[in-house]
């Protein structure tokens, strides 16, 4: 079985590529983008493509073949599964194959791909949240390092201090710690 | 608030929902609506269909090919309100272009047939759109088959200049501005507009999935009311300077306002004189396109599948409803 990745996301696409190759004996192939020449060459037997991929519209050009124009038959993944295309688009991706492929096969490619989806989506997630702790720290260290200066305070008791504030208003240690900095700021005049 | 989350492409008939979010008209009805940009038709279609959004910017004839298609309720489409006519256009490449100012199109395809070059390629924005019937009008008009002597390809608008100025197409048919863009990037030259071959054809509608026949309709109405709103500001001469900012925006359509602004002089309407209400004419005419170019299965009740899904009713108990 051949299958096709489009993805405009090249690391994605070649995550969903990996976890494909060990799914079934296949050739995988990934793009960027679609071109239906490349396409025609490969004659994939099912192509995966990322919803937020512009290319949709050109395959669901391929599902309307006319008599007077003749193209390759592409059907949607749902008319072989009911609720597998739903559970597929909401996962961020879309199935199409070509009329005639086995249902259960077009079930194990989606899975994969939605499986490899959400991973790269946790994965982003994972390093977004990272980042924002990070940034959060140095947050509450320059605001740790003003209360020491400005009260005379040794770190652990700024620290308390920070903690204090945050449980009274029922915020978090980081949006406290950004608030005094920004008036610290507006009181030395920068703010404004 | 009722939260309500509304998808659009970038096109300038997406101005609707970008005016009616800026000028607080959504909140003005109590719904708090997001706006969601989506890359492709079919993934708004899609997303329409599975309540991931609760209305689109959508093709008219794609709300009724859905219906069409439709395996269950929720992908009957209801187009309760049109939100534009005209503003789209047909651009051919430079390259092309000079050529036809020396013989018509059909000569220039005559002659590349006899020299053994492959066919002239066109781009629409989706199989079921006026810009398809558009494009294969004006074919016909010259004298060319839209189906045995051009390749007729599908290509989202904002990648359609790209693709012209790279010669991966010829030309095109597809909404404001990419016609305007392409003018002045210098990758092609407009050849005709939808306001002059076919005036006030019906163009892009409010999509909604069936499945709010069986909700509350009162966000719905609510929606309405805030997009005509939208629609007589957007129409208002004085007003075009800011609309064209307000769509040149990044998070909107993303080009510059003077391209937007073109588009907007002269040809596109939102709300005046009736443009916004979805007739049962305008379905029945995008059928009947539909049927001329062999899109229909034999058989189809045209005239019960246009009231399906084209509802002035729903706009008129709306707009008679209290705010």
């Known amino acids: 079985m051949r299958v096709l990745v489009i993805d405009p996301d090249p690391a994605r696409a070649a995550l969903v590529a990996e976890g494909l190759a060990g799914v079934d004996p296949l050739e995988v192939r990934q793009s960027a983008t679609f071109d239906a020449a490349e396409a025609v060459r490969f004659a994939p037997d099912v192509i995966v493509i990322a919803c937020d991929s512009p290319d949709r519209d050109t395959l669901e050009s391929l599902r309307e073949a006319t008599q007077a124009n003749p193209r390759p038959i592409v059907m949607f993944a749902d008319r072989s599964e009911p609720g597998l295309a739903e559970q597929a688009v909401r996962a961020g991706v879309a199935a ?97 | 608030m009722t939260a309500l989350t509304l998808g659009f492409i970038p096109l300038t008939d997406c101005a609707p929902l970008m005016v009616a979010r800026e000028k607080g008209f959504f909140s003005d009805e109590g719904l708090a609506v997001s706006l969601s940009r989506e890359a492709s038709w079919a993934t708004l279609r899609d997303k329409v269909v599975f309540g991931a959004l609760d209305g689109a910017h959508m093709l008219g004839p794609m709300a009724i090919a859905a219906t069409l298609a439709a395996d269950r309720p929720s992908a009957a489409m209801i187009a309760p309100m049109a939100l534009n006519r005209n503003g789209a256009g047909i651009t051919v490449s430079t390259a092309l272009a000079e050529q036809m100012r020396e013989r018509p199109l059909a000569a220039v395809i005559a002659a590349r047939r006899a020299a053994g070059a492959p066919p002239l390629t066109f781009a629409v924005v989706f199989p079921f759109s006026i810009h398809n019937y558009a494009l294969r009008d004006w074919l016909v008009a010259a004298g060319v088959d839209p189906d045995r002597d051009v390749s007729i390809v599908v290509v989202p608008p904002p990648r359609m200049v790209e693709q012209l100025a790279d010669g991966r197409i010829d030309g095109f048919c597809v909404g404001a501005p990419w016609n305007a863009v ?44 805030a997009l005509t709103r939208a629609g007589v500001w957007a129409d208002a001469r004085e007003n075009r300077e800011e609309l064209a900012a307000l769509l040149s925006r990044p998070d909107a359509v993303g080009v510059p306002a003077a391209a937007i602004a073109r588009a907007l002089d002269n040809e596109i309407v939102f709300q005046a004189d009736g443009a916004s209400v979805p007739s049962q004419a305008d379905a029945l005419w995008i059928l009947s396109q539909m049927q001329r170019w062999e899109q229909l299965a034999a058989g189809v009740d045209v005239a019960a599948i246009a009231a399906r899904v084209y509802r002035a009713d729903l706009l008129e108990k709306a707009l008679a409803g209290p705010r």
Do not use: C, H, N
């Open chain 1, 96 to 192: 199409y194959v070509v009329d005639g492929l086995a249902p259960g096969r077009v079930r194990s490619v989606l899975d994969v791909a939605m499986t490899r989806f959400s991973l790269m989506q946790q994965l982003r997630g994972d390093l977004a949240r990272a980042k924002a702790d990070l940034e959060s720290r140095k947050t509450i260290d320059r605001a740790k390092g003003l209360l020491m200066k400005e009260r005379g305070l040794d770190e652990a008791a700024a620290y308390g201090l920070l903690r204090k504030l945050a449980m009274d208003k029922g915020r978090p240690i980081g949006a406290v710690a950004a608030d005094l900095l920004a008036f610290a700021g507006i009181l030395k005049g920068d703010g404004s």
């Open chain 2, 182 to 225: 392409a003018m002045a990037t210098g990758a092609g030259e407009v050849q005709a507009t939808t306001s002059t071959l076919l005036p006030g054809a019906p163009d892009k509608v409010l999509g909604v999935s069936g499945a709010w026949m069986s909700r509350d309709q009162r966000p719905l109405d609510g929606l309405l009311r």
